[in-house]
């Protein structure tokens, strides 16, 4: 299994900046202190559950490569406060911590009791960090925004964040549908917002609530492997004859009726249609599936691929 060392020279070989205050960071905080699942894949650059509800809902710990991107555009110095709207765990608010120092002070927003809770638990060893569940805003003292860190899907920034940004401060957030979003910087001057576009992503949804979600139709799931090639693209993940496959395999899903029970609803749920089409595809598109989970964070399920074997064929029911 990789380290966090190897992790890191992969991120820097591939072109991501890793600020060293964040690499000093990640070098001092265990990811696995933040989760009680399997955390082998984040040395692969993916993300890591966290947190299941009974209900079906999944929060995660995002991929390190864009860990260290949000770090990175967030503009991190001694002595800050810094909001973070969104808990994911509790990892990247331990490495903020860490970053902004001991005059520093993060406050960690999240709509669910549950997942505060949770990571209340986990950041216990942090007395800078103070968690709150947002819909009890008004009961709380919400800083001067300065720095605001989104760490989930959200249509629009809440009226709380964008007003309570002061002039010369900046969110940076996932705006969009569940579907697609834009990164953006998010900057207030002279009471003006304006916008920097740093980029396609796919997040999960900030509310571990709105993450409970039914199995895609086979013509959803083409419009998402579609976001995907999008996004393996602008990232030179994917090479031409793989985007050629994964076009016709989108085209194929499309030709499926949208009616099919989910595959979970099935005695053998690899005998579904839609999961037998995409087994077909053989090794070229297991290969790939491990860089489209990543990309897709928690909204599919992986293929189950073996972490040293990305050639290997197995794979696991869909589930949210």
């Keep these: 299994m990789r380290n966090l060392d190897e992790l890191l020279k992969i991120l820097k ?104 809770t949770h990571i209340s638990s986990n950041l216990r060893g942090y007395p800078t960090v103070e968690c709150h569940v947002i819909k009890d805003n008004h009961d709380i003292s919400i800083p ?22 002061i002039d010369g401060g900046f969110a940076i957030a996932p705006l969009g549908d569940r579907n697609s979003q834009r990164l953006l910087k998010i900057e207030k001057q002279d009471g003006e917002l304006f916008e920097t576009d740093l980029g396609s992503v ?9 993450s409970i979600v039914d199995t895609p139709s086979p013509t959803e799931m083409a419009e998402l492997i ?15 004859n793989e985007r050629n496959k994964l076009y016709d395999l989108v085209a194929d899903l499309r030709l499926l009726p949208d009616d099919l029970p989910p595959p979970e609803e099935m005695d053998e749920p690899g005998e579904h249609p839609m999961m037998k089409l995409m087994m077909e595809k053989g090794e070229w ?36």
């Design 13 to 116: 070989d591939s072109g991501i900046e890793v600020p060293s205050v964040v690499e000093s960071a990640m070098k001092k905080v265990d990811v696995e202190d933040f989760t009680e699942h399997d955390s082998s894949g984040f040395y692969y650059d993916r993300p890591v559950v966290f947190l299941e509800t009974p209900e079906g809902g999944v929060k995660t710990i995002s991929a390190p490569h864009m860990i260290v991107t949000l770090l990175h555009n967030l503009e991190l110095n001694l002595g800050q406060h810094i909001v973070i709207y969104g808990a994911k765990g509790g990892y990247i608010s331990a490495l903020v911590a860490h970053i902004v120092g001991e005059d520093g002070r993060v406050t960690v927003l999240d709509p669910s009791s549950e997942v505060i």
């Design 144 to 165: 001067e925004l300065n720095r605001v860190l989104v760490t989930g899907q959200i249509q629009e920034l809440p009226d709380w964040l964008s007003d309570g940004i």
């Design 202 to 210: 796919i997040f999960g949804p900030l509310d571990i609530s709105n």
């Design 226 to 240: 579609e976001q995907v090639i999008e996004l393996m693209n602008d990232a030179g993940l994917v090479e031409d």
């Design 285 to 320: 598109f297991v290969h790939l599936w491990p860089i489209i989970q990543s990309m897709m964070e928690n909204r599919i399920a992986s293929f189950d691929t073996p972490k040293d074997d990305l050639d290997t064929s197995g794979h696991s029911d869909f589930v949210p």
